[in-house]
């Protein structure tokens, strides 16, 4: 489905032209910003991306672990600097901002990595409003005011991408996860809006709904230890597309099934959802305790 909604080029590209892999990447040459560098995803595809000859500006609040995966970059022949933020605080975004824009000019491609999530029942969150709080704070108004201190140059220059991680429960609108997916789903909806405008200036937005990964996000909740899930690896591949074809969205087929059924059997989807998550309870994590072993 994606696909089909892909530019001629970029299905020409994904499909022909890159299969001839003497061809260079779209993002050689580029200067491409990547949030929550220090390891996972972000990791992952700053290497990634980094191999295909792009210049990665890594963006976490570890020093120790970016100044580990820029060290890793440059050894193997890559171009990256580090850059220490707090994408929770206005002030250090701005920073950020000034910063890159000085030494760079323009900042070509986004992707928003960074992010919390939070898995716990309503009947847990009554007086936890903190955590709508926080999740809205990394996964929302961080990545805005990011998008929004890097957009005038990518719109003067007319030339820019912006990639969301996302999720797919976006479309699955999975129970207990109330905080986590209304933050992705603004962010979500929010880049869908903003590359309406920025469309003429030749400035992108490809928003990736990613299923399970196994990066630390996920060790907290018992569940996942044995559910099927990508590596961070596999994930920065799907990232690696989304910078060079520049799709609207890329998305999972049950994703995409469950998008339709809430659509078309919105009450039956309700009661499907409410009975499966009752066979998955609150973690011990998110009643407060910790997770086993």
């Known amino acids: 489905m994606t696909d089909l909604l892909q530019t001629p080029r970029a299905w020409l590209r994904r499909h022909v032209v890159g299969r001839v892999r003497s061809l260079p990447s779209p993002v050689a ?61 206005p002030d250090a975004v701005d920073a950020l901002v000034a910063e890159v824009l000085a030494s760079h000019r323009a900042v070509d491609m986004l992707v928003n990595n960074d992010g919390r999530s939070i898995r716990r029942s309503l ?9 709508f709080e926080r999740t809205m704070a990394i996964n929302y108004f ?78 907290a909740t018992e569940a996942y230890d044995r559910a099927p899930a990508k590596s961070p690896e596999q994930a920065a591949a799907l990232v690696l597309r989304a910078l060079e074809d520049r799709p609207l969205t890329i998305s999972t087929a049950v994703g995409s099934l469950a998008e339709v059924l809430n659509l078309v059997a919105p009450r039956l989807m309700d009661a499907v959802a409410s009975a499966s998550s009752g066979r998955f309870p609150d973690s011990p994590a998110a009643r407060g305790g910790s997770k086993p072993g």
Not at 44 to 65: C, F, K, M, S
Not at 165 to 174: E, L, N
Request: glycine fraction near 10%; include cysteine; hydrophobic fraction near 45%.
């Open 29 to 89: 040459g580029k200067v491409v910003m990547i949030t929550g560098a220090s390891s996972g995803i972000g990791e992952a595809t700053a290497r990634a991306v980094a191999e295909r000859g792009g210049t990665v500006l890594l963006v976490a609040r570890r020093a120790d672990e970016l100044a580990r995966v820029s060290d890793a970059i440059t050894a193997a022949g890559g171009t990256a600097y580090a850059y220490v933020c707090d994408l929770t605080d």
């Open 123 to 131: 009947e847990l969150s009554y007086d936890r409003m903190h955590d």
């Open 142 to 219: 961080g990545p805005v005011r990011l998008i929004l201190g890097l957009l005038p140059a990518m719109r003067g220059q007319r030339f820019g991408h912006v990639v969301n991680i996302v999720t797919w429960g976006v479309q699955i609108k999975a129970p207990r996860f109330t905080a986590y997916i209304a933050s992705k789903t603004a962010l979500d909806t929010f880049s869908r809006i903003a590359g309406r405008e920025a469309y003429a200036d030749n400035v992108t937005f490809t928003n990736l709904r990613l299923s399970l990964v196994r990066t630390d996000m996920i060790t």
